[in-house]
């Protein structure tokens, strides 16, 4: 018991010099903000609100606890960030789903051959691994007669299903 909670000040001493290291690096009147992807610059105050609201609900108005470790703060904001992730693909994807009757000229083509492609337009369950994480969603797909290829409008290749 001692000797894990010794290991463990070692851990937390090893990360506040790191980190006191990591800012003495820093130059003198260095923005210390991120820079945010043009995307996020509308929405970052709501992020700030969402953070905070997070914060409030999950661990109360004074914030962490005395003695929760480090690493249980960060197994939660990663499961909060896993969690957001897959929510905001799944609704950014399924939206845009369930306009595919109204999809633009290019995407009504075979993206094998350019020809007609006829809609299948019963949605089927997509499940797409991402670099943000696993993409769920419904998406009615497409069929072209020439290339004998089904896919989804969304896809840039044809024929992923069958292949
Ligand atoms: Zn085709």
Known sequence: MKAMWFGMIVDELALFTSNIGRNLLKEPGMARKKKVP?????????????????????????????????????DVVIAVRDALSEKMLAQALERQAQTAEQRPEPFQKC???????????????????????????????????KCRQAFFPSEQEPGHRSR
């Open 38 to 74: 043009a995307a996020v610059e509308p929405v970052q105050a709501y992020i700030e609100g969402v953070a905070k609201n997070l914060v409030d609900r999950i661990y109360g108005p004074e914030g962490l606890p005395w003695g929760t470790k480090l690493t249980e703060l960060e």
């Open 111 to 145: 993206s094998g051959c350019a020809g007609p492609v006829e809609d299948r337009p019963d949605p089927e369950p997509r499940n797409v691994q991402t670099r943000a994480g696993e993409a769920e969603w419904d998406e009615p797909h497409c069929y072209c007669r």
